[in-house]
């Protein structure tokens, strides 16, 4: 009964739980007449049922002699379950038992509809009486015995389940736990183990083979107690102090996907601690990430595993473009196909070896299956807050695309142009590649696709609270269980629908502005009030004047910031859609690899450079727009004819017009931009380091980019390699010569100066001969590249180097791709 109508209250714990007892059917007499309820929500609870109550059954001599037995049922516990277990007592007898008894069997009954006699009598209730007969004998026969235990024994025999009520093993098939049914006085051995790590870190690489993502966990603590035998509670206790997800995606605009939320440092500092710089260690909070707590009960008669959980998850921020998500979808699926196939045949396999094992059936090592029942005395979840932000996907470059492989490069292009497919195929997203716009119908549906993918998908810091879960006295098996939590936090991933739609950056994400004007009308309240009593507490009244100054500034600053970024959201959102709508792919793509300016990516943002990089971007929005009244006609021609100069020329006088205005908006946005950032750029240079990703991308060797153990030093090496002219060609090595660094492709050398600047460039084709040569006029050693011949070339280069070791080294290695490249 839950109150589902007014005036009806739903039903406490004590009623859902009640149990009639009876020593009788309740069609008879007897049966009424001997009937009790008892409440399994109480442990200590009992009944007492009068036996002499079936005269009718027995008879009235046998009653008699009954009168000093009764059944006691007393509400126990068997480690996990409740019990009601019954046992005779004897109990003293009074003449007023004789008295009620001899009444009882004077009144003759009143006839009603449950009254047996009006049933035709059957085989059964012939077995039932002959039973109950016996039992009256049985228990006439103990009382004269002496044998029955009194009503303080019977007690506590029936509590406790010793004596007689000591329970039988059950007979069941349970090769698994050949102890689950032990009653021996063996104990067990005790164990408990604790294991801390400094962290993990999981590198995701799909079938290209390229890095996508990296996993990384800090500061792991694993802590678990049991019994060898089961016998005792098992306790489990697994505590992750950080948790941290990079996209190593080429050109994302969130290097960090997953992060827990850093809270600010809202406490009060003194007047000589105001310049000192706080400094935190990077990938730690001031709270676990996760932690989880699992305590399983001793092993149980039933079979059923009963158990306490309880988790905890740190409020999380996620940051994603759908090409991230999109291509890590495509790597679980993969994945998840190799298992399915693996487990079709029941082995594994090496990648690298011949060597097979078989797959473990853990539904025979544990005795259980995945329907098999759970009892969970309690399982809490605590609530979570995730704070979500979206963007959209940046455009690769040419050398981008070739290192990334077609099928990825063909997910990016398909995503920036909004051709998703949501629900077909096997994932939940889908992309339509290679599609083209043919007719001027499809040119105006796919602009308007992408610009309302664009619109719907792109959102900042959007607020999602999830409610927790508490389950008390739960019976359930796996399957019913993830059910449970699916449908809880689908309702609440619903109820959070209407910040979702706040957050979108089509609208100036006004949710966010509301959230920044909170923040400082409670910073212009609470300040001065935490200022008033640090100098009544301090005797100093500067105090209460430095918090009436962070107040009114925290407001000043909540409020100018929101406006501006709220501002710069819609403006940003136009510029986009509006460079769509210039139908000049090249040009998009050239708007979305300039690295815009924001606030928590500059460590001094501020209203001069915003307004630089704005005025930049709009002379640029003036000379493309001119340029291109020439170049896109003559650029039509060339592909073709007649046609493409007719086309040329309305892409060209369309930019005319559209590109300087959307330079004219760039500069507004990041204009607003630096104001935000001169605001609130002193709260974001501590997040700096707390913000950015483990490790650079990992680097995959030759040709055939062979995986191999991690070192930062190629890593890095290899991440300089793909932002210069051979980003498009597999990393092979590099040298660092201290004042030089040579860097290595399969196809050329590249020679870097400290600085940065290209001091060289050669292919391996062009060269014959790598030799080591001590400097005549200076300390040092040379590296001479001798070069085949060519007209107005020269014989030969010289690479420098300080040290001997790194010369020979650097031979070494040029000897080596010199050979692999012939």
Not at 502 to 530: H, I, T, Y
Request: charged share 25%; net charge neutral.
């Amino acid at each position: 009964r839950q109150g589902k109508y007014a005036g009806r209250t739903s039903a406490s714990m004590a009623e859902l739980l009640l149990l009639r007892c009876a020593l009788a059917p309740l069609s008879t007499r007897d049966g009424v007449e001997s009937t009790k309820l008892v409440s399994f929500s109480r442990v200590g609870d009992s009944i007492r049922l009068s036996p002499s109550k079936l005269s009718s059954t027995v008879g009235s001599f046998m009653a008699t002699e009954l009168l000093g037995v009764r059944v006691l049922g007393v509400i126990g516990t068997d480690n996990q379950t409740r019990t009601l277990r019954f046992i005779l007592m004897q109990k003293e007898v009074t003449p007023t038992s004789y008295i009620g008894n001899a009444m009882r069997d004077s009144i003759s009954p009143m006839p009603s509809f449950m009254s047996v006699e009006s049933v035709p009598r059957n085989d059964d209730d012939d077995s039932r009486t002959k039973a109950l007969l016996d039992a009256a004998t049985n228990a006439s026969q103990q009382l004269n015995a002496g044998s029955l235990p009194n009503e303080t024994e019977a007690t506590n025999q029936a509590f406790f389940g010793t004596g007689i009520c000591k329970r039988p093993p059950l007979e069941m098939p349970d090769k698994a736990h050949p102890n689950l049914h032990d009653d021996s006085t063996d104990t067990g051995d005790e164990f408990s183990c604790e294991l801390s790590f400094s962290g993990f870190t999981f590198s995701i690489i799909d079938s290209s083979p390229t890095e996508l993502a990296v996993v990384s966990l800090h500061d792991v603590r694993v802590g678990a107690s049991w019994n060898s035998l089961g016998k005792e509670y098992a306790r489990s206790r697994i505590v992750v102090g950080w948790f941290q997800l990079d996209n190593h995606c080429p050109n994302s605009v969130y290097p960090v996907a997953i992060r827990p939320t850093i809270k600010a440092d809202g406490n009060w500092k003194d007047k000589d601690d105001a310049d000192v710089e706080h400094v935190k260690k990077a990938f730690t909070a001031d709270e676990p990430f996760l932690e989880l707590k699992i305590e399983f009960a001793p092993r149980h008669r039933t079979g059923i595993q009963s158990l306490s959980a309880g988790a905890s998850l740190h409020d999380v921020e996620i940051f994603l473009d759908l090409a991230f998500i999109l291509r890590m979808q495509r790597w679980w699926l993969g994945i998840q196909d190799h298992v399915m196939s693996a487990t079709g045949n029941r082995e594994w396999g090496f990648v690298d070896s011949r060597e097979t094992w078989d797959l473990p059936n853990i539904e025979q090592k544990t005795g259980r299956t995945i329907s098999h029942p759970m009892y969970f005395q309690r399982l809490t979840i605590l609530p979570c807050k995730v704070t979500l932000s979206v963007a959209p996907v940046r455009a690769l470059a040419k050398h981008q695309e070739e290192f990334e492989g077609e099928e990825a490069s063909a997910i990016h292009a398909a995503v920036r142009k909004g051709d998703l497919l949501v629900g077909e195929g096997s994932g939940v997203l889908g992309v339509k590649i290679g599609s083209k716009n043919q007719t001027a119908i499809s040119v105006v549906q796919g602009m308007l696709k992408s610009i309302l993918v664009d619109a719907l998908l792109r959102c900042d810091g959007a607020s999602l609270n999830f409610e927790g879960v508490a389950l008390f006295n739960h019976t359930s098996n796996n399957p019913q269980l993830v059910t449970y939590l699916g449908a809880h936090y689908l309702a609440s991933l619903i109820a959070n629908v209407p910040a979702l739609i706040g957050s979108l950056a089509a609208f100036g994400n006004p949710l966010g502005l509301m959230r920044d004007l909170g923040d400082g009308v409670s910073d212009f309240v609470n300040e001065p009030v935490k200022g008033f009593r640090r100098s009544i507490e301090e005797m100093d009244p500067s105090f209460a004047l430095s918090g009436v100054a962070r107040g009114t500034g925290s407001l000043a600053r909540h409020t100018v910031g929101g406006f501006a970024d709220s501002v710069a959201m819609l403006t940003e959102t136009a510029a986009k859609n509006m460079a769509v709508l210039t139908l000049d792919r090249q040009y998009a793509q050239r708007r979305d690899r300039v690295m815009k300016l924001k606030a928590n990516d500059a460590k001094s943002a501020n209203i001069l450079k915003g307004l630089e990089s704005g005025m930049q971007k709009l002379v640029n929005g003036i000379l493309e727009g001119v340029t291109g009244v020439v170049s896109k006609p003559i650029r039509g021609a060339e592909r073709s004819g007649f046609e493409g100069f007719a086309k040329g020329v309305g892409k060209g006088l369309l930019g005319l017009i559209m590109k300087p205005v959307i330079g004219t908006t760039d500069l507004l946005t990041d204009t607003l931009i630096g104001v935000k950032g001169s605001l609130e750029g002193v709260n974001s240079q501590g997040m700096l380091t707390l913000h950015s990703q483990v490790r650079p991308r990992r680097a995959l060797y030759g040709r055939d980019r062979v995986v191999k153990p991690y070192r930062i030093d190629d890593a890095t090496a290899a991440t300089i390699q793909s932002k210069l002219c051979i980003g498009g060609e597999e990393y092979f090595s590099h040298v660092d010569m201290i004042k030089s660094v040579a860097l290595m492709s399969v196809r050329r050398l590249l020679i870097l100066s400290g600085d940065g600047e290209e001091l060289l460039l050669l292919p391996y084709n062009d060269m014959r001969k790598v030799e080591v040569y001590p400097q005549i006029d200076a300390e040092g050693f040379v590296v001479k590249i001798s070069l085949h011949l060519k007209a107005g070339g020269s014989e030969y280069e010289e690479v420098k180097c300080d040290e001997e070791k790194k010369a020979n080294l650097l031979c070494e290695k040029l000897a080596v791709a010199i050979s692999n490249a012939l």
